[in-house]
């Protein structure tokens, strides 16, 4: 199985430098479409709902205070499987030409953030996971 690690780093292999909150997002949605179209997860590491959306916390401890990010030396894209690459490069021809903004937009509209983040303020700080099956319940309800 790959890692989240792997993902971030094929992903901007194939998109080049992108905003760290852009990536946690594209990281999110091919978790998201992975768990619907496998019936798997692409990789086990926490996501949690954060303020601005969705956050794999391992990434973050990598990307911390930075902007933009070019490459990802923590991952490997040779761990990821054919199958692994299709998801994320489907996922990837929805939502990689989306900013930043809009990706954290939609993620607020959509259940398992919400649902993950519900009693909280808008700007509250949380660890809360975002649960796989509820992921894969509301992205499967979409198909």
């Known amino acids: 199985m790959a890692t989240a690690h792997d993902?971030?780093?094929y992903i901007l292999k194939s998109c080049g430098s992108m905003?760290?909150?852009k990536l946690q997002k594209l990281v999110y949605y091919s978790q998201a479409w992975h768990l619907v179209w496998e019936d798997k997860p692409l990789f086990r590491e926490r996501i949690e709902a954060w303020a601005n959306g969705p956050v794999v916390p391992v990434l973050y401890r990598e990307h911390r205070g930075a902007f933009n990010v070019a490459s990802w030396p923590q991952g490997s894209v040779e761990r990821l499987s054919d199958t692994e690459r299709a998801a994320i490069d489907d996922s990837l021809a929805y939502y990689g030409d989306k900013t930043a903004f809009w990706l954290?937009?939609?993620t607020h509209r959509e259940a398992p953030w919400r649902d993950a983040r519900e009693g909280l303020g808008a700007g509250e700080?949380?660890?809360r996971e975002i649960k796989q099956s509820s992921i894969a319940?509301?992205?499967g309800s979409l198909v």
């Open 7 to 9: 993902v971030a780093a």
């Open 19 to 21: 905003s760290a909150m």
């Open 104 to 106: 954290s937009e939609l």
């Open 125 to 127: 700080r949380s660890s």
């Open 137 to 139: 319940e509301f992205y």
